[in-house]
DNA sequence: CTCGTTGTAACCATTATAGTTACATCGATT
DNA sequence: AATCGATGTAACTATAATGGTTACAACGAG
């Protein structure tokens, strides 16, 4: 299968960025990431839309919105990784009625899809970006 | 983002139905999930080479090779959703080494990324086909 | 007014998904 | 032996996501 977009660890990185020095632009982080610089700007737009970051326009340069504590790694998996209803697995759509195993385990195996998918972000939401850069930022 | 593909719960409702009627045929199986039989065929492949399946050559049927409480969701998942090094997770891949935050961020958002992963699994290790079928299995 | 920056639009190449047709091959039955 | 249903693949298609690229309008500060 398809591995989880680079947009995660991009954002990651570059809110990580924002969380030291201060006003960013987006050629400084696309340097950092070593990308277009388009690129990162798609990403910061999501940032933007999610509330994670401010923007200013003509002269440039990104900040968050929030401390680095507020801001946790399944905010901003949620910003850059949007998929249909919240929902991350599939269930094929058309299982025939007829079949009364396909019926009786839609149910279950949608609550066992639903528990893995809480969980994975449950793994997220318990660090911060704060933590995440962790001994750097106490040098500040 | 893009959903995790429906041959996961395509293959946990195919195996479901082995787990009662046991010489089972794809055109059967496509029947109930109600798609083309090269599709299940090709799904049936994937779990005949995860050793899941048993397939008959020449007059066909699928069986199980073991119990339905020997078979959890995760031995089905890894079975039809194989990802590159088994890593959900993407990371980007060239991050500039002259940027201190990204050396820094990418080995505990590595690990982070391998614990969500892992919470993920664990929640699918731990149901059963047999779970799953549940109250229709007590009827055998 | 100019300059650097941002926000988009418009492409492009690559890849995964899901479906489809076609066909060689196998084993059992007649 | 010939036939029949079933499996295993190859080949092709359409659709969509990803990641990169060029181009350009709009904005604010100097």
Known sequence: MRKISSR??????????????HPLTGDQMAGSVQTNPVVIRRIIGQLKKAGLV??????????LTRDAD???LLDIFNAVEVVEDNVLFNFHEHPNLDCPIGANIERSLRRTMSEAQAAMEDK?????????????MELE
Do not use: C, D, P, Y
């Open 70 to 72: 507020q801001i946790t």
């Open 8 to 21: 995660f660890s991009i954002a990651t990185h570059i809110l990580a960025m924002m969380a030291f020095n």
């Open 54 to 63: 401010n923007v200013k326009a003509g002269t440039g340069g990104a900040r």
């Open 124 to 136: 997220l939401a318990r660090v911060t970006l704060r933590q995440l850069a962790g001994e750097l």
